[in-house]
């Protein structure tokens, strides 16, 4: 049976139980009142039915006074009889008064509106001040439960509360209840709040590939104190995250990071603080193939910005970086491509390779002026061909100006190898180009003549 809010569908003594001798009201499912629970004014309307026409709750002070649809107080020295009670409560919040009027305990009620992927099992969690690790609610699906937000002994929630909804393979979503609502506290009422998920693309793997093979168990997140400055186009930029790749592919940092995401635990690399993972804010977002780094508020104010070292060259020209300021910062376009190499000079443990500009402003392959071209990083590009069957490379397309070399155009290249034992000397030409999808092929002949007895 849905959510109850006629009180012609509770009965006294089965669905709903006075105790005049200890003043509690319990709520019990059974007949019409299942988990889907009842409203607040279902029940509060039920008792002043029963006050009206049972000549025993009559003798009695009634146990309510209504503020609203969806607040109401208890009062006269009542109480619900328990936990279980309260967790049937829908669409209303409360405050516990004593007889002599005074607040015990404060109780809102939360709704979120929108769907949740799968209602039966996707579960969203609450943290009601900053140093708890998430609480999850009392059924999976979409909530509408009472949350203790006071008790005059032990605590004030009143000015702390975020909701977390984050499930394997779904897009995650969060709310901040005090910020969002623009509130100076809360209080015993309802509040409605979006809250849903769906399908995340990007998450092609399970937890137990992403926990614990590779590139994903070389990968880290590290929270820093103080800025990082970092080089991004020549200019340096401020981050306070940066988050170690280790050489995977934009998807699979992404995957990474939602995973931790999702752990009771401390994710931050360093040794100085503790981030519990299922609680800290959201550092990757998608748009479209585009990976966004977001910006995280700093403990002391102010934004901190996310950064990605060791990704995959390919990947740079979809990266896009928040730095400390909140502005998106990029990459120059670096043009990136596969460098491979045939089994002839993989083969050949003294095999090496190297990729010069054809003509850099006259500084031309085939003379002594011939230059190496440098990755984005400013490291030459050649090396040992030895045990590896292809490699990736990237190019400062928009800045490289090496011998003069008219930056932002095509760059026609020369790219030879040479081995001793297996592969022979071998050149190939082409052109890099603006595009991640750039090939040097080496296709060495066999080597069958060189001795060195």
């Not at 003043?23 to 009142?33: A, D, N, R, W, Y």
């Not at 995650?172 to 969002?180: G, K, Q, R």
């Not at 995977?248 to 990071?257: D, H, K, L, P």
Request: glycine content about 8%.
């Amino acid at each position: 049976m849905a959510k109850i809010i006629d009180p012609d569908d509770l009965s006294q003594g089965t669905e709903v139980i006075f105790d005049t001798s200890n003043k509690t009201i319990q709520l019990k499912t059974g007949s019409t009142l299942t988990d889907d629970g009842v409203t607040l004014q279902a029940v509060y309307s039920f008792c002043k039915e029963e006050w009206k026409s049972d000549n025993s709750l009559i003798k009695f002070p009634f146990p309510f006074v209504a503020i609203t649809a969806e607040q109401f107080e208890l009062v006269n020295g009542w109480n619900w009889l328990n936990i279980t009670t309260t967790g049937l409560i829908r669409d209303g919040g409360w405050a516990l008064k004593d007889t002599g009027s005074t607040t015990q305990e404060e109780w809102m009620n939360l709704t979120t509106l929108g769907t949740f992927d799968n209602s039966s099992i996707d579960t969203a969690y609450y943290q009601q001040n900053s140093g708890q690790t998430g609480t999850d609610t009392i059924l999976s699906g979409e909530v509408n439960q009472a949350i203790q937000i006071y008790d005059k002994d032990s605590y004030n929630y009143k000015t702390y509360f975020k909701i977390f909804l984050r499930e394997q393979g779904k897009l995650y979503d969060f709310y901040d209840l005090i910020s969002e609502q623009n509130l100076t506290e809360l209080t015993y009422k309802k509040y409605a709040l979006p809250l849903s998920n769906s399908t995340d693309l990007k998450i092609k793997h399970d937890d137990n590939i992403i926990s614990g093979s590779t590139p994903y168990d070389g990968m880290s997140i590290t929270y820093y104190d103080s800025a990082q400055s970092v080089e991004i186009g020549g200019t340096d930029y401020d981050f306070h995250v940066i988050i170690d790749g280790n050489n995977g592919t934009a998807e699979e940092i992404y995957e990474y990071v939602q995973y931790e995401l999702r752990q009771n635990a401390d994710i931050d690399a360093s040794t100085g603080s503790t981030v519990i993972g299922k609680v800290a804010e959201e550092l990757l977002e998608f748009i479209g193939d585009t990976l966004r780094t977001k910006s995280i508020t700093l403990t002391g104010g102010g934004t901190g910005g996310v950064y990605i070292e060791n990704y995959q060259d390919i990947d740079v020209n979809r990266l896009e970086f928040t730095d400390d300021t909140g502005t998106i910062r990029t990459f120059p376009y670096v043009a990136a491509g596969t460098i491979q190499f045939n089994d002839n000079l993989r083969n050949d443990n003294e095999s090496y390779y190297w990729v010069f500009f054809t003509d850099a402003s006259g500084n031309t392959f085939n003379s002594p002026n011939a230059i190496i071209i440098e990755d984005k990083d400013g490291i030459p590009i050649s090396g040992s061909c030895y045990n590896i069957i292809s490699k990736t490379f990237s190019f400062d397309y928009d800045g490289n100006n090496q011998g003069g070399r008219n930056t932002a155009t095509d760059a026609p290249y020369t790219a030879v190898a040479i081995g001793l034992n297996t592969g022979q000397y071998v050149i190939t030409t082409g052109t890099i180009t603006k595009s991640t999808a750039n090939v040097i092929n080496y296709v060495a002949a066999l080597e069958r003549n060189y001795s060195n007895p």
